[in-house]
């Protein structure tokens, strides 16, 4: 039992010192990062790291898509968010499905937010990627194969096998060399760009604003 014991709190100090050392590298902004925008939007945190999901947009967020409580739409007599969010349904403002799709009252609506050559060469809010049906988003549908403005990155090739090319808008080169966002392309062999565990992390698994 003692042994069990021993070995859970070794595990437990490589976790806490992996996480550091993932957090270290990550990108710095705001006033800890000599007053340095996110990419793409992100979130700075009160901590000064860039990223996506609660502890990034939530309470402290320095600038990007921070999160916000503010009420609009007609639970608010028709006011309007600040820096391009969505009303939702319910009239608060914010940015992800549930404020930006079914219901969406105002700012960057999925639902109708068109571009491209659908729309007279419209551009997407925020650097979404304007898909090749001309809707605005993000994600492999959006930024991938037909991507006509915005953040399209996704599946180009870089990296050492494509001539050392780096991705655009800071995605990660895989290892496998393709540019991307998430854990298969900003963790382990990671070749350039937001190369991060935590960052990859916090992109995927906390933001609805990065999935469809």
Do not use: H
Not at 16 to 22: C, E, T
Not at 136 to 145: D, K, N, R
């Amino acid at each position: 039992m003692k042994m069990m014991s021993t070995r859970a709190l070794a595990l437990g100090a490589a976790a806490v010192l992996a996480f550091a050392a993932a957090t270290a590298q990550a990108q710095r902004c705001g006033e800890q990062g000599s007053n340095m925008e996110c990419p793409n939007n992100l979130c700075c945190s009160q901590y000064g790291y860039c990223g996506m999901g609660g502890d990034y947009c939530g309470k402290g967020c320095q600038n990007g898509a921070c999160w916000t409580s503010k009420r609009c739409g007609s639970q608010a007599g028709g006011a309007t968010c600040t820096n391009n969010q969505c009303c939702s349904q319910y009239g608060y403002c914010g940015f992800g499905a549930e404020y930006c799709g079914a219901g969406c009252q105002g700012g960057p609506c999925r639902a109708d937010i068109k571009c491209g050559s659908q729309a007279g060469g419209k551009l997407c809010p925020n650097n979404l990627c304007c898909s090749q049906w001309g809707f605005c988003g993000l994600g492999s549908e959006f930024c991938g194969g037909g991507c006509q403005s915005g953040a399209c990155s996704t599946d180009k090739p870089c990296g050492k096998d494509a001539g050392g090319r780096v991705c655009t808008n800071n995605y990660c080169c895989s290892k496998w060399g393709s540019c991307g966002i998430g854990p298969g392309y900003c963790g382990a062999g990671c070749q350039s760009g937001g190369c991060d565990g935590v960052f990859a992390e916090a992109i995927t698994a906390n933001s609805t604003l990065l999935q469809e």
